[in-house]
């Protein structure tokens, strides 16, 4: 970044050149993107940690990427694909809601060591686990 620094009877006077400072922030290994990417990492690792794992298909989801459509450079941290839906529902959680079978006469599964069979279940809903939001806080910090 070129600066012009003058100082003259107690005056600073700073001048920036045109496009210097668009230049500096959008270095592609600049300082200011390197600090994004390492706050971004910390968030990333806390995400990684808070995600509930059933299957392990969420968390190998999660990763950081650099933005490109914005002027100036971000980096964000993303979970999930286009196809999977239940990213939200996991962050979220669910509503108590209602099951119904839809391409067989009945719902098949297993309670205490039993195979039962239902037309329809009350599910009661799921807790978020919100792993994205409570990571957020690790990537501000210094």
């Known amino acids: 970044m070129t600066l012009k620094v003058g100082i003259q009877r107690g005056k600073v006077d700073v001048r920036l050149y045109p496009g210097e400072p668009y230049r500096f922030l959008n270095e592609r290994d600049g300082p200011v993107v390197r600090d994004m990417e390492r706050r971004m990492l910390r968030a990333q690792i806390s995400a990684e940690r808070l995600v509930r794992v059933r299957t392990g298909t969420l968390l190998a989801t999660i990763h950081r990427e650099r933005s490109t459509v914005r002027r100036l450079p ?66 501000g910090g210094a």
């Not at 209602?98 to 809903?125: D, E, M, N, W, Y």
């Open 74 to 139: 971000a980096v964000e941290v993303v979970a999930g694909r286009a196809r999977m839906k239940y990213t939200m529902l996991e962050h979220d959680g669910t509503a108590p809601h209602i099951i119904r079978a839809r391409r067989k006469k009945s719902l098949r599964f297993t309670v205490g060591g039993k195979v039962v069979f239902r037309r329809q279940v009350r599910h009661p809903g799921t807790t978020g686990t919100h792993f994205l939001t409570k990571s957020l806080p690790l990537a």
